[in-house]
């Protein structure tokens, strides 16, 4: 099995492991924290460094409070990891919150911050995702408070989240720090970032893609349909071509052809299955077999 390489995210960005552990789910692990500090540790030695995370994930325990524990356990893991969190989104609560709804102002990206590096106890983010994007965003006002947040040193890179191309190139125009990622859904199933220009944008500017539910939240396995299954069908006789792979790892090995480079964030808390994930960077597909998926999911053939 082959450790993670290190890639830099975008010129002059953080470097990033080409696997990401997503820790979106750690609340519904269950586990000690003492469990949880020794799974941080196998994914490490492995070479996947980078860990994700938003202030959002988990409830009661927040999942960044439950890895702050973890981190206060062995302090001394946090050198060893690159932190990402997400500010942006604001669910119902019981005093005056009534719908979910999207917050890009400064206070509230400043209170997310705040939240966030209280939870993990540490005193600086890596990077800073905008969740999802605010139609109500004012990029004036974000680009000062980003301004602010890396003078304060609470935040070292920024970047966003479920943005499309155009919302992308209207944040950057007003900060001067390059943003470092657009952390976008990418799989068989959905191919709205293949098809509306944000991956392109992304490779024009040299920016790497974070790719999230690369499983499609599990539907490849578990629906089913005529699509999922023929879906199926073929992820496994791509995998039979070449020997002894798995339709998890054909799904990787997908992804990660797409001349953006995604680096694929991993959902799983098992670390035999993220092993397993791993070893799709052995796994290179021909052209022939990359679209024969994409024609076995869509259901037509290229135009």
């Known amino acids: 099995m082959a450790l993670v390489n290190s890639v830099e995210m975008a010129p002059n960005g953080p470097h990033f492991s080409e696997f990401v552990q997503g820790y979106w789910r750690m609340n519904d692990w ?24 938003a202030h959002v994930y988990g409830q ?26 997400k500010c942006g989104i604001e669910l119902v609560d019981e005093d005056s919150v009534q719908v ?18 209280s939870r993990l106890g540490v005193d600086q983010l890596d990077v800073l995702l905008v969740h999802r994007p605010d139609w109500l965003m004012d990029v004036d006002a ?35 720090q390059r943003l470092v990622t657009n952390q976008v859904e990418i799989n068989p199933v959905n191919f ?9 944008q992304l490779q024009q500017y040299r920016v790497r893609p974070m790719a999230w539910s690369c499983l499609a939240g599990g539907r490849i ?8 299954s023929r879906l199926r069908t ?6 039979a071509e070449h020997g002894e792979y798995s339709l998890e790892q054909v799904v990787f090995a997908w992804i990660r052809k797409l001349p953006s ?22 796994l290179q597909l021909n052209q022939e077999q990359w679209y024969r998926i994409w024609v076995a999911s869509s259901g037509v053939n290229v135009p």
């Open 30 to 53: 269950r586990r000690t924290v003492q469990e949880h500090l020794t799974f941080l540790k196998q994914h490490v030695a492995l070479g996947i460094t980078t860990v994700d995370h």
């Open 60 to 85: 009661a325990p927040s999942c960044e409070e439950l890895f702050g524990r973890v981190l206060k356990l062995d302090p001394g893991m946090r050198a060893n990891i690159q932190i990402v969190s």
């Open 100 to 117: 979910n709804h999207y917050d890009s102002t400064p206070r509230a990206i400043e209170n997310s911050v705040d939240l966030s590096l």
């Open 142 to 176: 974000i680009g000062e408070c980003f301004k602010n947040l890396t003078k304060s040193g609470k935040v070292s890179h920024f970047g966003v989240s479920n943005f499309t191309s155009s919302q992308f190139d209207l944040l950057q125009s007003r900060i001067d």
């Open 192 to 200: 709205k970032v293949v098809d509306d220009g944000t991956l392109d």
């Open 221 to 228: 396995f578990n629906e089913d349909s005529d699509r999922m």
């Open 234 to 239: 073929c992820l496994l006789e791509v995998a």
């Open 261 to 282: 480079r995604p680096v694929a964030i991993l959902g799983s808390g098992n670390i035999d299955r993220v092993k397993s994930s791993l070893d799709s960077s052995h």
